[in-house]
C-alpha cells in the first residue's frame, strides 16, 4: 500500500465517531451526508439550521485539515492530491454520485458510518456493495486500462 497513514486515519476516524455521537446524542439524527444535504430544501423552519451549519462545516473542516493538518503530524502531506479529471468529468461524477445515492437511499458516510453501527441490514448490503465496486474499479485502472 502506497501512503497509508494509519496514525492520521485513526484521529480522522475518532473524530468523525465522535461528531456522529453527538449529532445522535445532541440532535437524535444520524450524520448521513446525502439526506442532511437532501433535506435543506424544501426547508421546514425548525429543522434546517443545524444542517446548514453541518453542510458548512464539511468543507470548512477539510480546509483547516488541510491548512494545519501538516504542521501537527509529519505524516500529512502538505502537497494535495492532483484529480486528473476535466471540469466536465467532476460534474459527471457528482451526478453519478447524487444518482447513486437516491438510488442506495444514503450515501457512503450514512450506511458506513451510522447505519453499520445501528446494525442496519441494508447498509450491510450497501456498504458491501461499495467496498465490492471500489475494488473492482481499482483492479480494472490499475490493471487493465
Known amino acids: ?10 484521529v480522522g476516524g475518532a473524530i468523525i465517531g465522535l461528531a456522529t455521537t453527538l449529532l445522535w446524542v445532541a440532535n437524535g439524527r ?11 430544501y424544501p426547508f421546514h423552519r425548525h429543522d434546517v ?3 446548514v451549519l453541518f453542510l458548512i462545516g464539511l468543507p470548512l ?3 483547516l485539515g488541510a491548512e494545519v493538518g501538516p504542521s501537527v ?14 471540469a466536465v468529468g467532476l ?13 442506495g437511499r444514503g450515501c457512503t458516510s450514512g450506511h458506513g ?4 453501527a445501528r446494525m442496519s441490514p441494508r447498509s450491510l448490503v450497501a456498504v458491501g456493495t461499495f467496498m465490492a465496486t471500489a ?9 487493465v486500462i
Open 1 to 10: 500500500m502506497d501512503h497509508f497513514t494509519p496514525f492520521s486515519a485513526a
Open 30 to 40: 444520524t450524520a448521513g451526508i446525502s439526506t442532511i444535504a437532501g433535506s435543506v
Open 49 to 51: 439550521l443545524w444542517r
Open 61 to 63: 473542516g477539510a480546509y
Open 73 to 86: 503530524l509529519s505524516e500529512i502531506s502538505a502537497n494535495p492530491p492532483m484529480v486528473d479529471l476535466s
Open 91 to 103: 460534474v459527471a461524477a457528482g451526478l453519478l454520485v447524487g444518482i447513486g445515492t437516491r438510488i
Open 113 to 116: 458510518i451510522c447505519g453499520l
Open 135 to 143: 475494488v473492482i474499479t481499482v483492479f480494472v485502472m490499475r490493471h
